[in-house]
């Protein structure tokens, strides 16, 4: 009888705990987020425009993205687009991490799920393309923190009646996921049916489970292997070393065509990168793509305003993949900019575990409806930038548009990272050093001291 008493009050010490998570993880989602009509808007190399007059200046304003991706007064493609990005939040109710209890990431894994945020975007770039977006896109709902914190309380309510009166009902299902196309009389059809299954697949392999390729069980694993555990900390240089890992060691087929790169000191060495383009081994494409990492650091104790147009300047790249960073010890990804404000997805939402090995998974929690935007002044300065680079060709032209945009203005000391000839092992500026303290690059910046709007 002890016993069972004992795990009651631990069931109930849970459900207490999940309903926490839910209100105290949920309090800085803002129903709606303001964005000006008179200002472009970036989304990983795309350009968007609110406002539907037609206006010469505004393409000039959307500076480094090309004429295609330049979309006028379409609010509706912005928001699929951006809803079509996978996002990654804190969950619960998962099986327990290597080397801990702990079945839950909240409150301390949300550089691990921004890193998995960008490396999913990298994977989108490389199966499915920059201008795939998800049918189901513009039907999610809003996050609105009221209503979801007063329904959580609610499960509450249910689940200690239904512990008081011994029943053990199941939990009520997630909202039905529409199968894909049954009829594939067109290669159009046959190629939305192919994408639609790359998409699940995709989101599958960051499924909370010791099994998944890239969830956060394989990454926690990994992260022992360089001295963290469960629950500490990670910042973006550690989460770009552990997210390299990750690709290196997956087994699927699909995930044998890609590979990573991290730089060292923030120098990426070509004769690295293309190596890293060419599987070492048989069996692998002999042309590998390549997601290329790069941890920097914009400034000193604060970020330099200095690089913001840089930070612009990469994220109106279409193979950018965004930046991992955010606020002192609160990560989040960013993936655009309007004005002096980043975009960013925010994985401080506490949700449900889903089982990802069924065929039919709920895909909704995987995408987020509401863009956050943040003042540049705000973002820490310790950060991870993300490339895909498809082949060789792809690098050799991506190498030489960044330099042009890496040349340091006149009152910039450095460059955020530079590229070199050469592999880095040539000149081990870091034989010896730990991923610990390659938190720390070792160039250290110095800090250089309205209109109409729509709600998305």
Known sequence: MENSGSDEVEKLKTKFLSVWHNVKYSWALKSKTSFSRNS????????YHFKAEDDDSLTEACGEASD????????EAFRKD????????YREEFPPLPGSTLTSDCGWGCMLRAGQMMLAQGLVLHLLGRDWTWSEALSLQPLDTETWTTVAAKRLVASLESSLQGSHSPPSPGSPVMNPSQGLGSAEEADSHLKDMYHRTLVSWFGDSPSAHLGLHRLVRLGLTM??????WYGPAI??????KAVEEAMDPVLAGITAYVSQDCTVYSADVIDSHRAPRAGPPDNRAVI???PVRL??????????NFAKSILSLEYCLGIIGGKPKQACYFVGFQDDCLIYMDP???QSFVDVSTSDFPLQSYHCPSPKKMPFSKMDPSCTIGFYSRNVKDYERISQELSKVLQPSAREKYPAFTFMQGHGRDYDLSAGLTPEKREWPFIRRTVTTTGDFVLL
Not at 68 to 75: I, L, R, S
Request: hydrophobic share 40%.
């Open 40 to 47: 472009p808007v970036l989304l990983l190399g795309k350009c």
């Open 82 to 89: 951006f809803a079509s990005r996978l996002w990654l939040t």
């Open 239 to 244: 989460v770009a070393h552990i997210l390299k």
């Open 348 to 350: 401080h939402y506490c």
């Open 299 to 308: 400034g000193g104790e604060k970020t330099n305003p200095e690089y913001f």
């Open 292 to 294: 290329i990492l790069i």
């Open 227 to 232: 001295g963290k555990q469960a629950g500490d």
């Open 68 to 75: 295609e991706d330049f979309v006028m007064g379409n609010v």
